[in-house]
């Protein structure tokens, strides 16, 4: 037990040196790729509907607010705390964190939105010309925004405005009445259910009932081509649907991927805090969740840059010339 205590300490203590150079990495590559994103999509010369344009954008704008709030407000003064010292006597943090989590929860939720849309549109034809519009899109955005503040408002309550600056497992101190608190624990686990457990549910039910979908339709497909005689023509509407799946497989699996195992730690740790666990998860299973939920925020425009040839190309181009890319932003 011993051995294992101290090989947990050796890891934790590796992961905190790394994380001095990861994370000033991540935003000097997180931020610009991020705006780049938002900036390219603005002006609507990819190619995209408004709708699929418009969550394209929301879910950049989500990541780089998580990458400020959370990264940069939270883990690098946590990390270099020896030079942040002053944030201890900032009595800000539980306001801190009800953004904090807001933002994450629109990041993981337009996702979600995101991925229900391209399965309405490929799946649900009748139900496609009234969802997948640029009104819906905004409307089903501002909803997700909205519900987003308004359940995170509950940080505030359950912790304190002194920063503890630890994950440990808050950055924050706690208010003693939370601290064994079952409703406030309860709260908590709720929480982790939904954000990113209910996601990834919703994530992977919706891509399977695309898949599903799309391989019954190209058998059907096939087989009509079949019998006209065009079998080794192109199909431009399967294309089309392929470049789609594509893009969403790509984006919906990198959000799974990177947030799963900070999900199974803090599932796991409310498990013991329940007593349905007997050992605690070690804290650097949480540290490199941490380190891959961020990663998450910095990789959307390189999968968009790997599948949107328009997308890669005015990338390229703001590579080049970026103050004139910026004079010349439209509205989504």
């Known amino acids: 037990m011993v051995d294992w205590i101290q090989l947990q300490t050796q890891i934790l203590f590796a992961l905190h040196d790394v994380e001095k150079v990861y994370y000033p990495i991540l935003i000097v590559v997180g931020v610009p790729a991020n705006i780049m994103t938002i900036i ?20 950049a ?19 270099f705390w020896d030079r942040f010292l002053f944030v201890e006597s900032l009595h800000v943090c539980n306001i801190h964190a009800s953004f904090l989590f807001a933002a994450s929860d629109c990041s993981v939720w337009f996702t979600v939105s995101f991925t229900f849309d391209r399965f309405v549109s490929i799946c649900c034809q009748k139900l496609k010309t009234k969802h997948c519009t640029g009104k819906m ?21 359950m912790l304190s405005g002194q920063y503890w600056l630890l994950n440990n497992p808050w950055f924050c101190n706690i208010e003693y009445d939370s ?60 294309d089309n649907r392929r470049k789609s799946i594509i893009l969403l497989f790509l984006v919906s699996g990198n959000f799974i991927l990177l ?11 409310q498990m013991w ?47 080049r010339c970026p103050p004139n890319c910026c004079c010349r932003i439209h509205r989504v």
């Open 137 to 157: 899109a905004a409307a089903v955005l501002g909803t997700v925004t909205a519900l987003s503040c308004l359940k995170n408002i509950s940080w505030y309550f």
């Open 40 to 59: 390219i999509f603005s002006r609507r010369k990819c190619g995209l509907s408004k709708n699929v344009t418009r969550y394209l954008v929301a879910m």
């Open 259 to 269: 947030w799963s195992i900070l999900a199974v730690h803090c599932l796991w740790n």
């Open 179 to 238: 601290l064994f608190s079952r409703a406030w624990g309860a709260f908590e686990t709720l929480h982790y259910i939904l954000t990113p457990g209910m996601a990834f549910v919703m994530i992977l039910l919706f891509n399977g009932l695309t898949v599903r979908h799309i391989s019954v339709v190209s058998k059907a497909r096939r087989r009509l081509r079949g019998h006209n005689s065009l079998e080794n023509s192109r199909d431009p509407e399967m």
């Open 273 to 319: 805090y329940f007593g349905f666990s007997s050992e605690t998860p070690p804290n650097f299973v949480q540290e490199i969740g941490f380190m891959l939920q961020l990663l998450s925020c910095c990789t959307n425009t390189f999968i968009y840059a790997l599948t949107q040839t328009k997308f890669r190309e005015h990338l390229q181009t703001m590579l």
């Open 61 to 79: 704008a989500a990541d780089l607010l998580v990458i400020i709030i959370d990264l940069i407000l939270r883990h690098i003064p946590i990390v």
